[in-house]
């Protein structure tokens, strides 16, 4: 797949669902440990940012709190056009662990988010079909989760994140279980994420990784580091 072009059957973010993020200043505590101390993040549609740092710096901290998953003890996030209000379904996750349901198929599993969004039983059928082809599992949907590889469910974990063709996709290590080729086939369909108009956040402690985004922020201990 070429570095600039949209996997076949997925769905691009138009224009008028172009969402960016503005996180700003935030504060999470877990008991007596900041996780996260002042980080701010701004992402524009159509760019592919990469978030850096050591087990425990606060990626995942990070995407959870720009997620709405974790609450703020300060510091809020935006998710909006600018001009309108904030999206609150404009947002879709590929969480560290996959966090796929096991007794279910890779297909359910990616099934399921979409009908739960509204789309018709067809339309979901598509979208689910081809979002598994483009990474590669086209043949095993039908699959348990359980009957698959670490690196199968992990691509079945994008999969899911893909099929919903949100505003803004958070990707939290989504190459940590892949082997080299299947590293370079998920990178290309972030990539081709934020070419369609996606504001795209993926954390990775992977240097190779991380240098195929726009821009890199590295974090340390709960706070920004660097920016290049």
Partial sequence: M????RPRGLRATTPGEATRVDARELLVRYGDVVALDGVSLDVAPGEFVAVTGHSGAGKTTLVNAIAGIVPLAAGQVDLG??????QPRAVGVIPQGNG??????A????????????HAPAEAHEMATAALASVGLGE????????????????AAVARGLALATAVLLADEPTSELDHDNRERILDLLRARADAGAAVVMTT??????ARADRV????DGVVVGST
Avoid at 81 to 86: E, F, I, W
Avoid at 107 to 113: D, G, H, M, R, T
Avoid at 205 to 210: F, S
Wanted: proline share 6%; aromatic share 2%; glycine share 12%.
């Fill in 205 to 210: 402690h992977d240097p190779e990784a991380a």
């Fill in 140 to 155: 095993s949907g039908s699959h348990l989760v359980e009957e698959l590889s670490g690196g199968q469910q992990q691509r």
């Fill in 100 to 105: 796929l349901g096991s007794v279910l198929t």
């Fill in 217 to 220: 922020i590295e974090l340390d």
């Fill in 2 to 5: 070429g570095r600039h072009e």
């Fill in 81 to 86: 056009d600018g001009s309108s209000a904030p």
């Fill in 107 to 118: 297909y359910e599993n990616v099934l399921a988010p979409l009908r739960a969004r509204g």
